[in-house]
């Protein structure tokens, strides 16, 4: 079944509303160097993070400067999984060697050196970015791209961007990708989620669906 991740929680009902709609992972952005209304000081991030049950993926969203930075916020945060934007393959690694967190890998969909990832990270976020790497833009990119990634990649990708109660049953149809990630998809307000939304949105993600061959 298709995993699904809510991402850019910041308050105790919307968190609640997305494990109890069976989200199988839920996202904190947290030390990101953009405007978003979604950033979290590390102990808030932590405060939410200790409240995500068992079964469910906490993810810590950042954009540290080193992956020493980005190991010590995990350290302090204490995610289940990291996930980077704006990182080289060989950052990725780096971090990966100084964490237990899994590492996810939030990457611009049009890149084309996606496949250098595929080893040091757990998973790809394939996103649509905006011109410093960040993510939570609301906009879908190409998924008959998307779906030639998900088949070539031997890791599992979640597919990011722009993604909607409206849009992801088609999205998962299409780029048949291992899990879906939504934000502003899920939003009634920067930062503030529409629980409603959230539901209907892992429903669609996770409908049973006819195989055609
Ligand atoms: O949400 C942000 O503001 C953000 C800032 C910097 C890096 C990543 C960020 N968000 C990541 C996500 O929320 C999701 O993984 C993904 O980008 C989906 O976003 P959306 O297109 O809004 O559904």
């Given at each position: 079944m298709?995993?699904?991740?809510?991402?850019?929680?910041?308050?105790?009902?919307?968190?609640?509303?997305?494990?109890?709609?069976?989200?199988?992972m839920v996202g904190f952005v947290c030390g990101v160097p953009i405007e978003t209304p979604r950033e979290l000081a590390p102990d808030r991030a932590a405060t939410l993070g200790e409240r995500v049950?068992?079964?469910?993926?906490?993810?810590?969203?950042t954009m540290p400067e080193t992956p020493e930075?980005?190991?010590?916020?995990?350290?302090?945060?204490?995610?289940?999984?990291?996930?980077?934007?704006?990182?080289s393959p060989d950052e990725v690694a780096a971090l990966a060697d100084r964490t237990d967190a899994r590492v996810l890998a939030g990457v611009d969909a049009a890149d084309d050196d996606l496949e250098q990832y595929a080893?040091?990270?757990?998973?790809?976020?394939?996103?649509?970015?905006?011109?410093?790497?960040?993510?939570?833009?609301?906009?879908?990119?190409?998924?008959e791209r998307a779906r030639a990634v998900v088949a070539d990649l031997d890791v599992p990708v979640l597919l990011a961007g722009g993604l909607t109660p409206e849009?992801?049953?088609?999205?998962?149809?299409?780029?048949?990708?291992?899990g879906v990630d939504v934000s502003s998809g899920t939003e009634r307000a920067g930062g503030v989620k529409d629980h409603a939304a959230i539901q209907q949105f892992v429903e669609r993600a996770t409908a049973p669906r006819t195989v055609t061959t």
């Open positions: 298709t995993r699904t991740k809510i991402c850019g929680l910041t308050r105790e009902d919307d968190l609640d509303a997305a494990v109890a709609a069976g989200a199988d049950p068992e079964g469910v993926t906490s993810v810590l969203v930075a980005g190991a010590a916020l995990a350290e302090r945060v204490d995610p289940d999984a990291i996930q980077v934007h704006d990182y080893n040091p990270a757990d998973a790809l976020v394939l996103d649509s970015t905006d011109e410093q790497g960040a993510g939570g833009t609301g906009e879908t990119h190409d998924w849009n992801v049953a088609e999205a998962v149809r299409t780029v048949e990708p291992f």
